[in-house]
């Protein structure tokens, strides 16, 4: 089991930055691939992210590709989100997931830890 805890959210103007952190404890950190989704209100959760077991592979959704990146750092047992250029649609609550090392997964299912969420809001 591993427990997840986001942190970094805030409220941004459109154009400006942040970086989000996700701190894991518990098993292995290395053993997991990992993943960043978002959840506006009234929508579906959805893929942000992922990055493979070692850092070497990583996936983004087209709506972020080129603003946002990914990375870990397994000796820290942190995962982060460096969001640039941002803009009032990437307004959401925003999650860190763990899954099996297999894949570069994109699906909430395909994820079997959580977080609990940091708030993201970025003004007009």
């Known amino acids: 089991q591993v427990q997840l805890v986001e942190s970094g959210g805030g409220l941004v103007q459109a154009g400006g930055s942040l970086r989000l952190s996700c701190a894991a404890s518990?098993?292995?950190?290395?053993?997991?691939?990992m993943g960043w989704f978002r959840q506006a209100p009234g929508k579906e959760r959805e893929f942000v992210a992922a990055?493979?077991?070692?850092?070497?592979?990583?996936r983004y959704a087209d709506s972020v590709k080129g603003r946002f990146t990914i990375s870990r750092d397994n000796a820290k047992n942190t995962m982060y989100l460096e969001m640039n250029s941002l803009k009032p649609e990437d307004t959401a609550e925003y999650y860190c997931?763990?899954?099996?090392?297999?894949?570069?997964?994109?699906?909430?299912?395909?994820?079997?830890?959580w977080g609990q969420g940091t708030q993201v809001t970025v003004s007009s």
């Open positions: 990055i493979s077991w070692n850092g070497g592979s990583t």
């Open positions: 997931a763990a899954g099996p090392p297999t894949y570069l997964q994109t699906m909430t299912f395909e994820y079997d830890y």
């Open positions: 518990g098993r292995r950190f290395s053993s997991y691939s």
